[in-house]
């Protein structure tokens, strides 16, 4: 999943290299927080205010919940309609759309941003995001973006 999190204007000076380090230094506990919560079965990577988490479901909202009852005390607001979430491959569909109407109904994320894996009858084209810089996703995913 890539999050985003919400730039607050009034406090926000972008291309302000000291403005970066200290929203970096102030949210370093809850991200190291994050990190941990999720361990060594999945992947947190951070780069200023754009997140990119991977984890097992269960794990995953855990960490949600985390970030949205956290996040807000260190000014990091996670954006419930940018950015992508990849449904990792589930046991069949009905497991796939389970997961997908929680995100919707317990976290009010945007139903367009949440793609359901391939394998689970997602659409391979849509299958992807970029992830600090590089794409994932599947192959058709991938190689239509690099066409693009």
């Keep these: 999943m890539s999050i985003k999190a919400k730039n607050n204007k009034k ?3 972008q291309g302000d290299v000291l403005g970066s380090w200290i929203h970096c230094m102030a949210t370093l506990p809850f991200v190291q927080e994050l990190a941990s919560m999720i361990g060594e079965d ?3 990577k951070f780069f200023i205010d754009d997140g990119n988490l991977s984890a097992p479901f269960t ?3 855990e960490a949600l919940d ?3 009852d ?3 005390e260190v000014g990091y607001h996670l954006k419930r309609t940018k950015g992508v979430y990849l449904l990792g491959r589930c046991e069949d569909r009905v497991e796939a759309l389970r997961r997908r109407m929680v995100l919707i109904t317990r976290f009010d994320f945007d ?3 949440i793609r359901i894996h391939p394998d ?4 391979k084209l849509l299958y992807g995001a970029k992830v600090l810089g590089s794409y994932v996703g599947s ?8 066409e693009k």
Excluded: C, H, Q
């Excluded at 689970?120 to 659409?123: R, S």
């Excluded at 192959?139 to 690099?146: K, Q, T, V």
């Design 66 to 68: 985390y970030v949205f």
């Design 11 to 13: 406090n926000n000076n």
């Design 139 to 146: 192959e058709e995913s991938i190689a239509n973006r690099l």
């Design 120 to 123: 689970n009858g997602g659409d």
């Design 42 to 44: 999945g992947s947190s």
């Design 111 to 113: 139903p367009a941003m």
């Design 59 to 61: 794990k995953m909202t």
């Design 70 to 72: 956290e996040g807000p």
